[in-house]
Structures are given as structure tokens and as C-alpha cells.
């Protein structure tokens, strides 16, 4: 049974920066790649970033230059750094994997404001 299992969300200023992280069972981590989405009220679910098994990374143009997605095969773990956070980055963020089927974890809320 394949579970994700994300936390690190806050509530920060405007400016500030968060760490989320995400941890896998179920799965032989270290092959698949793994993605954070998030979602905010009233808006379509979208990729914020994606990491490979071998460490190659992509972005979401929005989030380019101040997300960075990183993983730790040895602990089942992908991270999200987030820095220079934004009121538009406001949104519930989802860990997610494609391993035969498409999982996804509860999600943490990430809100930025002053």
C-alpha cells in the first residue's frame, strides 16, 4: 500500500520561506519520480515541481528560481524549499506519485500573508 505523508506547512509572511517534506512507503523510493502540486481555492490543481529518481529536476514557471525540489532515497523523503514566498503561492501543496496508479498524499497548507 503506498502512502505519502507530507507536513512543514505555516503560515508565513510575504518574503519568507518554508521547507516541506514528504515521505514515502509502499514503493521502491529511489525509482520513480516524485512531484509537488498544490492547489488554491477555486483553482485547478497544478505541478509546482518534479524530481527524477536520478536527481533531475523541473519547475513550474511560476515557482522558477525560487523553489527548489530535492530528495533523500536513503530516508523515502522529497523536500520542497521555498524561498522568497509570495501571496499568490497561498495553497494547499500535495506530494504525488505515478506508480502504476497515480497517488497522492493529505496535502499541507502553505498561506502566505502579512
Known amino acids: 500500500q503506498v502512502q505519502l505523508v507530507e507536513s512543514g506547512g505555516a503560515l508565513v509572511q510575504p518574503g519568507g520561506s518554508l521547507r516541506l517534506s514528504c515521505v514515502a512507503s509502499?514503493?521502491?523510493?529511489?525509482?520513480?519520480?516524485m512531484n509537488w502540486y498544490r492547489q488554491a481555492p477555486g483553482k485547478q490543481r497544478e505541478l509546482v515541481a518534479s524530481i527524477t529518481g536520478g536527481g533531475n529536476t523541473n519547475y513550474g514557471d511560476s515557482v522558477k528560481g525560487r523553489f527548489i525540489i530535492s530528495r533523500d532515497n536513503a530516508k523515502n523523503a522529497v523536500y520542497l524549499q521555498m524561498n522568497s514566498l509570495k501571496p499568490e503561492d497561498t495553497a494547499v501543496y500535495y506530494c504525488?506519485?505515478?506508480?502504476?496508479?497515480?497517488?497522492w498524499g493529505q496535502g499541507t497548507q502553505v498561506t502566505v500573508s502579512s
Open positions: 504525488n506519485v505515478n506508480s502504476r496508479n497515480n497517488y
Open positions: 509502499g514503493i521502491i523510493f529511489r525509482l520513480y519520480a
